[in-house]
């Protein structure tokens, strides 16, 4: 009796992991080399860091990812000044004023489409 109960705990634990990790993996961001996140930043952009980090984690763990794109919708000079050193300091983050949006996704999609660096 006791084998039997420690059997079925045992097939109840493999369950668990399997299931645990079968929705670990469905659950988990898709990203790809040729995706292009947008960040609409305002006044301070007091969160601009830690999106920036966070996306930083992402592409670290090999869940790989593309551009990283700050876009000003009225950031405040302290905002302005993180967003400058942020990409500066990291090469798959850009800033783009909200203003140039159209002409900068244009610029990327030619660049995708002709597999050419932005």
Not at 51 to 77: H, P, Q
Not at 99 to 113: F, G, K, N, P, S
């Amino acid at each position: 009796m006791l084998i039997e109960i420690l059997i079925a705990c045992f097939f109840v634990l493999l369950l668990g992991f399997v299931f645990w990790g079968l929705f670990g993996l469905l659950l988990l961001p898709v990203f790809g080399k040729n995706m292009v996140t947008f960040c609409f930043s305002q006044d301070a952009g007091s969160e601009l860091e830690q999106r920036v980090r966070a996306y930083g984690w992402l592409r670290e763990n090999k869940r790989r990812g593309g551009r990283f794109v700050i876009v000003d919708c009225g950031l405040s000079e302290k905002g302005l000044l993180t967003a400058q050193h942020l990409r500066r300091k990291y090469t798959w983050v850009d800033y783009c004023p909200n203003e140039a949006m159209e002409d900068y996704v244009h610029v990327l999609h030619h660049c995708l489409e002709n597999g050419e660096e932005l």
